[in-house]
Each structure stands twice: as structure tokens, then as C-alpha cells.
């Protein structure tokens, strides 16, 4: 089958659908220009993960963890959603019961309008207390790029913050588990632009076909779970999810 031929079986299992779950990851930002972390010039590829994004690497070295995210940040800060984030946020408005899981930390889903967004790693642009300080917050926003001191000061204590993100070792939080188990009971579920390398949520495609799901990978190339999807579909997330959405459309 040819991917014209896929999508168009992609299409025909989503129309009138009413539940429809997305998981994202770092693929779908790609085209905005955020580097990815595990492609030919990945971030991992520079850095390795457990001297970045670890609460010991941050212990050990907050400078050095924070000088990462300031710069991540920086050139987030530049970047702009690209159509998948577009057609994505598009679909949150039109399917009655949908949701977006994302792996992502950029932001990107949230200012393309996204509705009902889940960030299972956290957010780039969060920070909190690293003492966890009583007067401050759990966690908020703070876009301040650069930060003019590194490690930036938490304002209510003095202490440091940490980046609002969740780090290898730590728990995802257990409210953002329930709300996206409870979203893999769906008609049609994506994993679109993930390696399907990092747990748990490179599960959840699995739990999702187990749940009675018709799953749908979009991804440049194959990955772990190609073959545990009902269709893979090779090819750039921004390609793929324009012709779904003029599939969907009844546009030639
Ligand atoms: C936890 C920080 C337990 C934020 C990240 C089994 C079960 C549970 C845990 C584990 C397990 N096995 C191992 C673990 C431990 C670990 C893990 O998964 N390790 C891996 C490496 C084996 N998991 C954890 O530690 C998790 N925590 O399980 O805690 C626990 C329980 C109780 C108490 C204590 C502990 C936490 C995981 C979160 C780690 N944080 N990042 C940040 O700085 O960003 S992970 C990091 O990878 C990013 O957040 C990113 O979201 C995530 C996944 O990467 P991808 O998004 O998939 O990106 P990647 O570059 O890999 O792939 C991009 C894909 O896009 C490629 O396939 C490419 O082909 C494609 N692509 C590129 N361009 C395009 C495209 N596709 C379409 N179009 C394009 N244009």
C-alpha cells in the first residue's frame, strides 16, 4: 500500500469519529526549525542525556543543566508553529472528544490554539522552586530570555529554580497518567513525529490498540513501534497531517 493509499485509509477511520487522541514528539517541531533530540543532528547528539537531563546532573552542576535550557529557550523563543501544530489544533476543535499528549516541551502546541493539550514531560518555559519553598507555587511560567542570572533565583525565597520539566529518573505526574490513560479509550490514536524510545510514553500507543484503538503512526522513519501500530506512515508530519486534513475536507 502507498502512502496516498494509507492516508486515505487514515481518513475514512476518522471521519464521523468522535474520539480521537494525538501523541506527539519532537518530530512535529521539526519543521519550525527545534532541533530534535535523537535525529542526525539531534541534541542528544551533542550532549548525553544523563549529563543534561537528570536531577543529579542538575545537582551536581545547576550552571551547566541551566546554560542548556537558557539557550533551548533562547531558540525557541524565535521559532513559530508549523502546519502539523496548525492542522493538530485545527482537529482539537473539530473532534467532540479529543485529545493531544504531547512529549514536547516547546510550547508550540499551546500557541497554535491547541485545546485540550496534555505536556507529559512538563514545559520549557515552567520553572519552580528547587527547595520547593512554601511561599512559592508548585510551578509558573516564566518566559524571561536569557535569564540575566544563571541559575535564575527563585523570587520567593532566594533559592534556585529548576526548569519545569520532567527528567529521566523522575515520575511522570500522576494526574497527567490518569488524564491521558483515560484518552487512550478512543476511536483513532496517533503517535506522530516520536522515536518511541522514551517510557512511559512510548506505551501508550501499545495500551491504546490493547484498548480497541485503530492506531496511526506518523513518523519520518520507522521506529520501535511501527510494527505494533494498525498503519505506519512514512513521511514529514507536516505532509502527512495537510493531506488528512484535505482528505477530511473533501479537498482535491
Ligand atoms: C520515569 C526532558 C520512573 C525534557 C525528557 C520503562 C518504563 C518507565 C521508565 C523507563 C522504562 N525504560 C526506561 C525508563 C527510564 C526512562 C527512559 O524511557 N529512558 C529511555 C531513554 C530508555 N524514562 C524516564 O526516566 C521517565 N521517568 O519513567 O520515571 C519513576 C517512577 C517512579 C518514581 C521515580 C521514577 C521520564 C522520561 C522523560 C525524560 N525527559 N526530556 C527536555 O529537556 O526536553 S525525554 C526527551 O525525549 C524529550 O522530552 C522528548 O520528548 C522525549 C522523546 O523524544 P522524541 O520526542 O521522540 O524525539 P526524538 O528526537 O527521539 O525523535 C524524533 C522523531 O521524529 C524521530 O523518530 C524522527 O525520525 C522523527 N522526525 C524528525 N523530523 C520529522 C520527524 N517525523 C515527522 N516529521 C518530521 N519532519
Given at each position: 500500500m502507498n502512502n496516498a493509499d494509507r492516508l486515505q485509509t487514515v481518513a475514512d477511520r476518522l471521519r464521523d469519529k468522535r474520539r480521537v487522541t494525538v501523541l506527539t514528539g519532537a518530530g512535529v517541531s521539526a519543521a519550525s526549525g527545534v532541533p530534535t533530540f535523537?535525529?542526525?543532528?539531534?541534541?542528544w547528539k551533542k550532549q548525553r542525556p544523563e549529563t543534561l537531563a537528570t536531577a543529579d546532573a542538575f545537582r551536581r552542576d545547576p550552571r551547566v543543566v541551566w546554560e542548556w535550557y537558557d539557550w533551548r529557550r533562547q531558540v525557541l523563543s524565535t521559532k513559530v508553529p508549523n502546519r502539523a501544530h496548525e492542522v493538530l489544533a485545527a482537529w482539537s476543535e473539530r473532534f467532540p472528544n479529543f485529545t493531544l499528549i504531547t512529549?514536547?516541551?516547546?510550547g508550540l502546541h499551546e500557541r497554535a490554539g491547541t485545546?485540550?493539550?496534555?505536556r507529559f514531560h512538563g514545559s520549557i518555559w515552567e520553572v519552580l522552586c528547587w527547595d520547593r519553598c512554601?511561599?512559592?507555587?508548585?510551578r509558573w511560567w516564566d518566559d524571561t530570555v536569557?535569564?540575566?542570572?544563571?541559575?535564575?533565583?527563585?523570587?520567593?525565597?532566594?533559592g534556585m529554580l529548576r526548569p519545569g520539566v520532567v527528567w529521566f529518573g523522575e515520575p511522570i505526574d500522576p494526574d497527567v497518567i490518569a488524564k491521558s490513560t483515560d484518552a487512550l479509550d478512543c476511536d483513532v490514536f496517533f503517535t506522530v513525529g516520536?522515536?518511541?524510545?522514551?517510557?512511559p510514553a512510548a506505551a501508550l500507543a501499545h495500551e491504546a490498540r490493547h484498548r480497541g484503538a485503530f492506531t496511526v503512526e506518523l513518523n519520518l522513519e520507522s521506529t520501535p513501534s511501527s510494527n505494533a501500530v494498525d498503519l505506519s506512515v512514512q513521511g514529514p508530519a507536516t505532509d502527512l497531517l495537510q493531506t488528512l486534513e484535505e482528505l477530511l475536507l473533501g479537498r482535491p
Open positions: 535523537r535525529g542526525p543532528d539531534g541534541l512529549q514536547n516541551v516547546d485545546r485540550n493539550l496534555i512554601a511561599n512559592a507555587p508548585g536569557p535569564f540575566p542570572q544563571i541559575p535564575p533565583s527563585c523570587p520567593h525565597c532566594g516520536t522515536s518511541a524510545q522514551v517510557f
